[in-house]
């Protein structure tokens, strides 16, 4: 009886059923690095390939989209956010669903060709972090597997049609740049603007 309960466990863990189980909430174990280089995804290209190991201090998953406009508004902040913290920070963009290779492919050429991205065409990863929208960010610290920050970039975007003159809340660089300073983030979660995410 016992094995069998070890095996079960196993199971839904390796699905992610008890992260799904439940909203993601700051303090809370998202994975360990095993279960993150577990996940199978494709490059751009279509090749399949498992999100890389990294021993920095953060992970940031930002959920992006070709076909989304505020995923190409966002992409020069996104790449310099990249360029700032880079070095303590691994940054991964994953595009949910199916789509057109060529379409992915110029998409990161054009938009991010600094950044990793993955397709997750099984949507396996986006439902077990709970992506709803892209731009969505996650932040995740990578020594523990404990949410550190989860939803939009900044304030920018009101709607996915809208945004504002300027910006007034940075909400990703002010968890990023707090967790590395040992500050404490007062802003863990802000519910993102974006285009919704397919569920299929």
Same mark, same amino acid.
């Given at each position: 009886m016992k094995n069998i309960f070890f095996i079960t466990f196993l199971v839904m863990h390796s699905a992610g059923v008890f992260c799904q $189980? $439940? =909203?993601?909430t700051t303090g809370k174990k998202v994975f360990d690095k095993a279960l #993150? $280089? $577990? !996940?199978? #995804?494709?490059? =751009?290209s279509g090749k399949n390939a498992h999100l890389p190991v990294s021993s920095k201090k953060l992970l940031v998953f930002v959920f992006l989209s070709p076909e989304c406009p505020l995923s190409k508004n966002y992409s020069l902040k996104l790449s310099d956010i990249k360029k700032k913290y880079d070095e303590h /920070?691994?940054?991964?963009g994953i595009i949910p669903g199916e789509f057109d290779t060529k379409e992915v /492919?110029?998409?990161q050429a054009d938009y991010? =060709?600094?950044?990793?991205?993955?397709?997750?065409n099984?949507? &396996?990863?986006?439902? !077990?972090?709970?992506g &709803? *929208?892209? =731009?969505? /960010?996650? /932040? *995740?610290n990578n020594q523990n597997g404990l949410l550190v920050y989860k939803g939009a970039i900044d304030d920018w975007a009101v709607s996915p049609g809208k945004t504002k003159s300027h910006y007034s809340n940075f909400y990703l660089e002010n968890a990023l740049s707090n967790f590395l300073n040992n500050k404490k983030i007062l802003i863990s979660y802000h519910k993102p603007v974006g285009c919704f995410i397919n569920d299929f």
């Open positions: $189980s $439940s =909203p993601l #993150l $280089s $577990s !996940y199978l #995804l494709q490059l =751009p /920070v691994s940054f991964i /492919v110029e998409f991010l =060709p600094a950044w990793t991205i993955f397709r997750d099984t949507l &396996k990863l986006t439902h !077990y972090l709970q &709803k *929208v892209t =731009p969505e /960010v996650i /932040v *995740v």
